[in-house]
């Protein structure tokens, strides 16, 4: 096969997998209309058409889905033969990409991170921040963070964070005007920031357990957010109670920003773990990054005995 035709069939298979030329145009590090080209020219060699266009998507046709189907798994063997090589090298090297939520993307990674890389210039990491459950795999990952009881049953799991706990919290503003919580099922008749987050699919409830007892409350209010930075800001700002991380709020109860309640009804659960497919050679810069993240829930659970 010639070099020619090699990277038009890469080209195919990053347009195909994506679903976008603009996308897989940016990974590729071309114009989306060179890419285009490239497309067009590998269809009129083949004699078949690939891909159907529309104005807001692209999809693979019948012939497509077929020739991906042979081609992805292929692609991917070679990349991670490429990427095992730098293990002959003195020093680990590449790029390392890794989907997270915002919470541990900036409580877990950025500290791990900050450690490793400056003694590791030729470790590359790219953190996503993505509130769903992303296929790791489809969208060429080579590891996501998410909730112990979120990660699939097919992939290797790895603890890098201590238990959790949420806090229930409003200012002292809110509550100059109305009564304190002392149930969870007192909060529906407050004023509560909800969070949409595509992994429910919805509202996000609020969870509460106590003595074995567990409860799901539907919390109504003024706001609807997508972020945890703009949930913190608005509780701050007294527009309502909010269901938050314990460490996000710690010091704002402690300098009095903030007033927790129904500390009771929050239990701790299992936090954070980094997921990757059981089938994939670990690179050895996803290695040292691993380690990190492996010796930063160690050095927590040290701390806290």
Known sequence: MSAENF??????VAVAKERSFTRAAAKQGVSQSALSQTIKALEARLGVRLLTRSTRSVSATEAGERLLRTLAPRFEEIEQELGALSALRDKPAGTVRITAGEHPAVSILQPALQRILPD???IHVEIVVDYGLTDIVAQGFDAGVRLGEQVAK????VRIGPEMRMAVVGSPAYFATRPRPETPQDLTTHNCI???LPTYGGLFAWEFERDGRELRVRVEGQVVVNHGAVRLASVLDGLGMAYVPE???VDHVASGRLIRVLEDWCAPFPGYHLYYPSRRHASPAFAVVLDALRTSDARKASARS
Do not use: E, Y
């Open 7 to 12: 990277n038009d069939l890469a080209a195919f």
């Open 120 to 122: 590791h210039p030729d």
């Open 154 to 157: 097919d992939m290797i799991a």
């Open 194 to 196: 909800n969070i949409r």
């Open 247 to 249: 460490d996000q709020i």
